[in-house]
């Protein structure tokens, strides 16, 4: 999965419009949330997100899109390991990006 930010860019008619740029990519796998998680974040700013976990990297705190197989997503929320070690994972929360935002 690639992580970045967005940035503004010309298109062929010359209109600026958002494009994502990649910064890095790195190793993921999907986080599964519990039914009472799920059910405890209906209704929530959180409802319908996603959750991953990628080996610690401070460097992501600093990034605000993700893009996993050409899609495009927010990141919403980052749970950092507290204790970082070699074998340390943060949780990285992600909404998909429907619309140009």
Do not use: C
């Not at 992580?3 to 999907?30: A, C, L, M």
């Not at 996993?68 to 070690?85: A, T, W």
């Amino acid at each position: 999965m690639k992580f970045g930010t967005v940035k503004s860019q010309r298109n062929k008619q010359g209109i600026t419009v958002p494009t994502f740029s990649e910064v890095t990519s790195v190793w993921f796998g999907p986080w599964t949330l519990t039914q009472s998680q799920e059910m405890a974040l209906s209704g929530t700013t959180l409802a319908g997100t996603k959750v991953i976990f990628v080996y610690h990297n401070p460097a992501l705190a600093r990034l605000n899109r993700a893009q996993i197989s050409g899609l495009e997503y927010e990141v919403v929320d980052l749970n950092i390991e507290e204790d970082p070690g070699p074998s340390s994972f943060d949780l990285i929360t992600l909404r998909r990006v429907t619309a140009r935002e």
